[in-house]
């Protein structure tokens, strides 16, 4: 596993990235400024997880990891520096953006389940908005899944 610049690949968004940059302000070490080089985008089903992992690709750790969620919400699991420690369970609802920096970075997390029934308040604007015929099948997408944007800098 490693970033493989020579690979294709876009530039991140500029909306995206000044977002990133200005959420990762509390983490920084002083005096530097994040740098928004690679993002992942995962998408979760009603019946997908993403298992207990840390995040060591990057080549310093101090910079954080900023992580956007979208959609239904989850259940968002911190960890320890090893399996054996008990997890931290907490919500993570619809535009809710967490920051993984110091000693985070060095824990398993992840995302054992999302929830798209019952109380979905955190997109209940979206339906207003989205309600013609049209934009249909993006309700139903947003009521069964979750998006995770995170944004990182690598070197």
């Known amino acids: 596993r490693n ?11 500029d909306d995206l990235a000044t977002l990133a940059k200005k959420m990762a302000v509390p983490a920084m070490p002083s005096g530097e400024e994040f740098t928004a080089e690679a993002a992942i985008v995962n998408y979760y089903g009603p019946s997908d997880m993403l298992g207990g992992h840390v995040d060591d690709m990057e080549a310093d750790w101090t910079k954080p990891i900023v992580s956007i969620s979208l959609g239904c919400k989850c259940i968002f699991l911190l960890g320890g520096k090893t399996r054996d420690e008990a997890p931290t369970p907490m919500f993570l609802r619809s ?24 109380d979905q308040q955190d997109i209940s604007g979206l339906v207003s908005e989205l309600s013609d015929d049209d934009d249909r099948f993006i309700l139903d997408y947003i009521h069964n899944s979750r998006i995770n944007i995170n944004i990182r800098q690598v070197y």
Request: net charge negative.
């Open 3 to 13: 970033y493989d610049v020579s690979l294709p690949h876009s530039k991140i968004p």
């Open 95 to 118: 535009g809710d953006i967490v920051l993984m920096a110091g000693e985070a970075r060095e824990r398993f997390h992840g995302v054992p389940r999302i929830f798209t029934e019952g």
